[in-house]
């Protein structure tokens, strides 16, 4: 079971999705200035050419499929751990931000068009936030598949996560039957070979549905996700708590958020905070209005809120400022709050905020937290 969950980690570092292994967070996420398009590295190796045949036909977009608002489901039948579903998150100008979700752990890439390859430029793993990261600085270069896909064509690139392994990709079929629970296909095969790493992992690609399955191979174990269903004008769903105080106790009360491609994820957040926290506290929600949040790149542990003029500290009670910290705190995985106000930081009255930073401590979910009914979010 060690080396299946091994395995698994390995998937989940990007093995199978069509790309190298990511640098998740050995490589700090910087943000490039509003407005900046992210420009990848330039030393992705294109492929080259050795002897290649039997051509495919067809441009490369045919076979690198990724629908907006579509969940590409894949299962995993012999180990029942390898399964995940992909979900485009943001698109613009040939940039494509994708989640690969497998429950407790999840990864999300940003990938580039071309006219002839797909290439990715930045991945940041167990990242369960949703956000727009498109304009995010490259933490990785490589080109993941490319033109002219025929038998023989290959290039390599380099594992970046500090194992020094190339990687070797090659077309190694262009008309292979594969079965898989989606149906029967004849499919483009793609073998990447990690050079000094005894792994291998094999890709199949159907023209006009895309990724069908992959299979990672070690001397031990053979890990395969393959496509079970495409569901299409779907949405992501989270669930999210939000906090108020009953009695003494504080109490959460649970939101199902939906996402859908592009969409604007901090208005939907001030949406939800508002009309919380005006049922939960009588707080007017317009004042409560959140201009942005950042959350720290290095740490990923803090987040900093900043607030509009109609923000009133004074207004509220310590137990509502502790429970608007907890709520933001969840709705953005981080274990600080600090709240910003016209470049200033916001002092509460009774709430413990740290002497450096400022910042309040979100608290844990404990036991004896009580919850409150579950609210639907449109």
């Not at 907006?68 to 613009?92: F, K």
């Not at 752990?105 to 991945?123: K, P, Q």
Request: hydrophobic share 40%.
């Amino acid at each position: 079971m060690k080396r299946i969950a091994r395995t698994l980690a390995a998937i989940l570092c990007g093995c199978i999705f069509f790309n190298g292994c990511s640098t998740g967070n050995n490589t700090p996420a910087n943000t490039s200035p509003p407005g900046e398009t992210a420009t990848a590295a330039p030393d992705a190796t294109a492929p080259i050419a050795t002897e290649a045949k039997n051509a495919i036909t067809g441009p490369l977009s045919e076979y690198i499929v990724m629908k907006e608002n579509t969940a590409y489901i894949y299962t995993d039948e012999e180990y029942n751990v390898g399964g995940y579903t992909s979900y485009v998150e943001y698109t613009a100008d040939g940039l494509v931000q994708r989640r690969i979700d497998a429950g407790t752990e999840a990864l999300v890439e940003v990938m580039r068009f071309t006219d002839t390859s797909l290439e990715l430029y930045y991945t940041e793993y167990n990242y369960h936030r949703h956000e727009n990261l498109l304009d995010r600085t490259p933490n990785i270069s490589l080109v993941s598949i490319a033109e002219p896909l025929g038998e023989g064509v290959s290039w390599t690139y380099h594992d970046e996560t500090g194992k020094n392994n190339d990687v070797i990709n090659e077309v190694t079929a262009v008309d292979m039957e594969i079965t898989v629970p989606y149906g029967t296909f004849n499919a483009l095969e793609l073998t990447k070979t990690y050079v000094g790493n005894d792994v291998v992992v094999k890709e199949y690609y159907v023209k006009g549905i895309g990724l069908i399955k992959s299979s990672t191979i070690n001397a031990s174990i053979t890990l395969s996700s393959s496509l079970s269903s495409i569901q299409e004008n779907v949405q992501a769903t989270s669930n999210v708590p939000m906090f108020y105080m009953q009695e003494g106790a504080r109490v959460q009360d649970v939101y199902s958020v939906q996402f859908y491609t592009n969409m604007d994820v901090l208005a939907t957040n001030n949406d939800l905070i508002g009309t919380h926290f005006s049922a939960a506290f009588g707080i007017p929600a317009e004042t409560l209005y959140m201009e942005r949040v950042d959350v720290d790149a290095m740490t990923a542990s803090r987040a900093t809120v900043y607030l509009t003029s109609a923000f009133t500290a004074a207004s509220l009670s310590a137990d509502a400022v502790l429970c608007l910290a907890d709520s933001i705190g969840y709705m953005y995985g981080v274990n600080e709050v600090v709240f910003m106000q016209n470049s200033s930081v916001v002092l509460f009255n009774d709430v413990v905020q740290d002497g450096e930073t400022n910042a309040i401590t979100v608290r844990p979910l404990e036991a004896e937290d009580e919850a409150g009914e579950e609210a639907g979010e449109e």
